[in-house]
């Protein structure tokens, strides 16, 4: 695993890429509309603009921009992992 520290910024821009444990599976296309309903589960309770996303079958690159006053990112992304559950 990778050692790194990530820049907390308040209103930063950040890029992400989050994979599946297993590549070879297909989970996030296949569930689409569920992963759409806990992206936007996420967004209304810690709004951050999603600037670009790409969502391929074992993994998403996502491009965030947070608000003023808010370096958080760590929270949205595990409120993600929890609605998807």
Known sequence: MSRYRRL?????????????AD?????????????RSAYAAVEKRH???????????????????LPDGDADYASCWSLLKWFGE
């Open 8 to 20: 907390k910024i308040e209103g930063g821009a950040f890029f992400f890429t989050l994979a599946l």
């Open 23 to 35: 590549r070879g599976s297909n989970l996030l296309v296949r569930h689409i509309e569920r992963l």
């Open 47 to 65: 709004p951050f603009e999603t600037v670009a996303i790409c969502i391929l079958p074992d993994h998403v690159h996502a491009l965030w921009q």
